[in-house]
T-cell receptor, first 112, second 114 residues
Framework: AQSVTQLGSHVSVSEGALVLLRCNYS??????LFWYVQYPNQGLQLLLK??????LVKGINGFEAEFKKSETSFHLTKPSAHMSDAAEYFC??????????FGTGTSLTVIP | NAGVTQTPKFQVLKTGQSMTLQCAQD?????MYWYRQDPGMGLRLIYY???????DKGEVPNGYNVSRLNKREFSLRLESAAPSQTSVYFC?????????????FGPGTRLLVL
């Protein structure tokens, strides 16, 4: 069985500060991992994905994530938060590509 | 391109009523999915269709039926709505290609069952 755990349902950062959103996964096979962003009243958009090519993955809008097998983690970071980053972020995992398992989400607030 | 479209955007039902949520994609994707999103629970897969003509249950299929009408369209039906089905429903599609495939999401349907 697969699952993801997102630590912290709400994260607040100041504008210009580091963003760190945590995701830990559980998978019995090599996982494929994704980060999605959801703006209010919209669907989810892909930020980045890990597909075993490189452990450090760069995504859109300056976000990146590092796959650490030893820690079963795939944390999302951005060096400098912008007001437009305020949104809900979801981590997801799959092995077959048919069933995707999403975390419960982290709501990011950016304080001016 | 419109991407993934969903109708309706909002719906209010009474307990026991039925309705069909419509989803269409114009990206020529083979796979399509229905999810529900509830506060504090993330997204949970209801049903998916790996290709035209096939459908499979996901994590929470009870109370729902689906139809893959053709390659473009994938509908979700609630035969007898219950308050527990109050949720936001998202349709998604992806290209074939195994677990590397990216899912593209529609804007969602907000359903309230009274």
């Amino acid at each position: 069985a697969q699952s993801v755990t997102q630590l912290g349902s709400h994260v607040s950062v100041s504008e210009g500060a580091l963003v760190l959103l945590r995701c830990n996964y559980s998978s019995s096979v090599p996982p494929y991992l994704f980060w999605y962003v959801q703006y209010p009243n919209q669907g989810l958009q892909l930020l980045l994905k890990y597909t075993s090519a490189a452990t450090l993955v760069k995504g859109i809008n300056g976000f990146e994530a590092e796959f650490k097998k030893s820690e079963t983690s795939f944390h999302l970071t951005k060096p400098s938060a912008h007001m437009s980053d305020a949104a809900e972020y979801f981590c997801a995992v799959t092995d077959t590509g048919n069933q995707f398992y999403f975390g419960t989400g982290t709501s990011l607030t950016v304080i001016p | 391109n419109a991407g993934v479209t969903q109708t309706p955007k909002f719906q209010v039902l009474k307990t026991g009523q039925s309705m069909t949520l419509q989803c269409a994609q114009d990206m020529n994707h083979n796979s399509m999915y229905w999810y529900r999103q509830d506060p504090g629970m993330g997204l949970r897969l209801i049903y998916y269709s790996a290709s035209e003509g096939t459908t499979d249950k996901g994590e929470v299929p009870n109370g729902y039926n689906v139809s893959r009408l053709n390659k473009r369209e994938f509908s979700l039906r609630l035969e007898s709505a219950a308050p527990s089905q109050t949720s936001v429903y998202f349709c998604a599609s992806s290209e074939v290609g195994g677990p590397r495939k990216t899912q593209y999401f529609g804007p969602g349907t907000r359903l309230l069952v009274l």
